[in-house]
T-cell receptor
């Protein structure tokens, strides 16, 4: 089983819609979770950390389900500028070598 | 001001050559990293380094070696380049403290080996 798994998509979503995608992780001892965003031919950038209680930042909501070992990202009222690849990142050990990136979910917002 | 910078942005070279990619961060971070993103867009950590410890991903060939002249720089040297080394290489840095694992990435170096 892969350490961090995401549906690669692409998810084609009309502008204004709500879209959600999940990321599963295999190490139950994983400590920290993040969503990064990567635009085409650009570097990844932190979108938001994922806290145990769930957290919201504007139109974005992140949830963590430790029992089922997945994190989710919900985007409300999607904008054309939300089109990007969303990378799930899991920290599973001490030090940066425990940081694992998922392969990303490609999101396309259509006008 | 650019937080994490890399040079060159594009690098085209022939098999067997030796090349270096430079990385600098002006964030005052303690830890720097090198990642490889292949044609399938899979981002994989190669090295992490702070002023005390180098952590190497064991899958990285020893043709790859990081060089850190100081805390703000982590250069990547590659010997005897192979076709499979073609990828985008990202440098990143973070201030490792508690949950402070936010990583700031450089713009990437697109390496093409012919």
């Amino acid at each position: 089983r892969k350490e961090v798994e995401q549906d690669p998509g692409p998810f084609n979503v009309p502008e204004g819609a709500t879209v959600a995608f999940n990321c599963t992780y295999s190490n139950s001892a994983s400590q920290s979770f993040f969503w990064y965003r990567q635009d085409c031919r650009k570097e990844p950038k932190l979108l938001m950390s994922v806290y145990s209680s769930g957290n919201e930042d504007g139109r974005f909501t992140a949830q963590l389900n430790r029992a089922s070992q997945y994190i989710s990202l919900l985007i409300r009222d999607s904008k054309l500028s939300d089109s990007a690849t969303y990378l799930c990142v899991v920290l599973s050990g001490g030090g940066a070598d425990g940081l694992t990136f998922g392969k990303g979910t490609h999101l396309i917002i259509q006008p | 001001d650019t937080a994490v910078s890399q040079t060159p942005k594009y690098l085209v070279t022939q098999m067997g050559n030796d090349k270096s990619i430079k990385c600098e961060q002006n964030l005052g971070h303690d830890t720097m990293y090198w990642y490889k993103q292949d044609s399938k867009k899979f981002l994989k950590i190669m090295f992490s380094y702070n002023n005390k410890e180098l952590i190497i991903n064991e899958t990285v060939p020893n043709r790859f070696s990081p060089k850190s002249p100081d805390k703000a720089h982590l250069n990547l040297h590659i010997n005897s380049l192979e076709l499979g080394d073609s990828a985008v290489y990202f440098c990143a840095s973070s201030q490792v403290a508690g949950e402070g694992y936010e990583q700031y990435f450089g713009p990437g170096t697109r390496l093409t080996v012919t």
